[in-house]
C-alpha cells in the first residue's frame, strides 16, 4: 500500500522532495459550506504548507460532478497547475459519487446514475486514474434524509448511499487502493452526531464537519506524513 512516506516519483528511489498532489472530485472536495477553513482540501493545503514536507496540493473539486464528469476532466485539470504542468501528479486523492446517488423528482424516482452505469464509470476512473498516479480515496459521507429534497428535486438516501458507497469500496480493493470509508465511520457515531456536522442543506458538512473530515484524513494512515 501506497503512502506519503513511500511514494516514488517516476518509478525511481524514494524523493524527500515535497510531492506534487491534486485533490479531485465534488463539492467535498471543493469544500463546500466551510467558511472558515475552506473544506478539508484546503486545511491540509494548509497544514502541509506550514510542516516540514511542504507538499503541493491542488484543489480541483467541483460542485455537483459526477464520476463520469471527472473521468472526462481528469487528464487534462492538472496539466495546467504551476508545479505539475505538463508532468504527472505525484499523488491523485480522489472523492466523488454522492452526485450519482439522488432519486430525480421523487424519493422512487430513478437514480441520477444507475447502478449497473456508475459500477462501470467508477471502475474506468480508477483505472484512468492510476495510469498516471498513485492514487487514494476518500468516501462520501452520509446525507441528512430530513432535509431532501435538494433544490426541490434531487432525493439523496443513505440506502443508495451505501450501494455506491460499497461499489466503490470494492472497485479501489480490487485496485489496492487506500479506500478511507467515511460514510460507514460517521454512521456508527449516531444520528444525533451525524447531524451536528451537517449544513442546513443535508448535503454538505458545516465548519465542524470539515475539521471532523480533515481530522480522519490527516490522521488516515495511507496518508499520514
Given at each position: 500500500?501506497?503512502?506519503?512516506?513511500?511514494?516514488?516519483?517516476?518509478?525511481?528511489?524514494?524523493?524527500?522532495?515535497?510531492?506534487?498532489?491534486?485533490?479531485?472530485?465534488?463539492?467535498?472536495?471543493?469544500?463546500?459550506?466551510?467558511?472558515?477553513?475552506?473544506?478539508?482540501?484546503?486545511?491540509?493545503?494548509?497544514?502541509?504548507?506550514?510542516?516540514?514536507?511542504?507538499?503541493?496540493?491542488?484543489?480541483?473539486?467541483?460542485?455537483g460532478?459526477?464520476t463520469?464528469?471527472?473521468?472526462?476532466?481528469?487528464?487534462?485539470?492538472?496539466?495546467?497547475?504551476?508545479?505539475?504542468?505538463?508532468?504527472?501528479?505525484?499523488?491523485?486523492?480522489?472523492?466523488?459519487?454522492?452526485?450519482?446517488?439522488?432519486?430525480?423528482?421523487?424519493?422512487?424516482?430513478?437514480?441520477q446514475?444507475?447502478?449497473?452505469?456508475?459500477?462501470?464509470?467508477?471502475?474506468?476512473?480508477?483505472?484512468?486514474?492510476?495510469?498516471?498516479?498513485?492514487?487514494?480515496?476518500?468516501?462520501?459521507?452520509?446525507?441528512?434524509?430530513?432535509?431532501?429534497?435538494?433544490?426541490?428535486?434531487?432525493?439523496?438516501n443513505?440506502?443508495?448511499?451505501?450501494?455506491?458507497?460499497?461499489?466503490?469500496?470494492?472497485?479501489?480493493?480490487?485496485?489496492?487502493?487506500?479506500?478511507?470509508?467515511?460514510?460507514?465511520?460517521?454512521?456508527?457515531?449516531?444520528?444525533?452526531?451525524?447531524?451536528?456536522?451537517?449544513?442546513?442543506?443535508?448535503?454538505?458538512?458545516?465548519?465542524?464537519?470539515?475539521?471532523?473530515?480533515?481530522?480522519?484524513?490527516?490522521?488516515?494512515?495511507?496518508?499520514?506524513?
Amino acid at each position: 500500500m501506497q503512502t506519503l512516506d513511500n511514494l516514488t516519483l517516476n518509478n525511481q528511489a524514494p524523493s524527500s522532495q515535497p510531492l506534487r498532489i491534486i485533490a479531485i472530485g465534488d463539492s467535498l472536495v471543493y469544500g463546500y459550506g466551510d467558511k472558515e477553513g475552506g473544506g478539508w482540501v484546503e486545511r491540509l493545503r494548509r497544514h502541509w504548507m506550514n510542516s516540514p514536507q511542504d507538499h503541493v496540493l491542488y484543489n480541483l473539486g467541483i460542485r455537483g460532478d459526477r464520476t463520469s464528469q471527472v473521468k472526462k476532466r481528469l487528464s487534462l485539470e492538472f496539466s495546467y497547475r504551476g508545479e505539475i504542468r505538463n508532468k504527472y501528479p505525484d499523488l491523485i486523492i480522489m472523492s466523488v459519487g454522492v452526485n450519482d446517488t439522488p432519486r430525480l423528482g421523487h424519493n422512487q424516482g430513478r437514480n441520477q446514475t444507475s447502478y449497473e452505469q456508475f459500477s462501470v464509470e467508477i471502475n474506468s476512473l480508477l483505472d484512468q486514474a492510476q495510469e498516471l498516479a498513485p492514487v487514494m480515496f476518500v468516501g462520501m459521507i452520509p446525507v441528512d434524509e430530513d432535509k431532501m429534497p435538494f433544490l426541490d428535486c434531487f432525493y439523496f438516501n443513505l440506502r443508495d448511499q451505501y450501494h455506491y458507497k460499497e461499489i466503490t469500496k470494492q472497485a479501489c480493493q480490487l485496485r489496492n487502493i487506500p479506500y478511507l470509508d467515511t460514510f460507514d465511520l460517521w454512521m456508527s457515531r449516531g444520528e444525533n452526531w451525524r447531524k451536528s456536522q451537517m449544513s442546513p442543506d443535508g448535503l454538505h458538512p458545516n465548519v465542524k464537519g470539515y475539521e471532523t473530515l480533515f481530522q480522519e484524513i490527516q490522521q488516515w494512515q495511507p496518508i499520514f506524513s
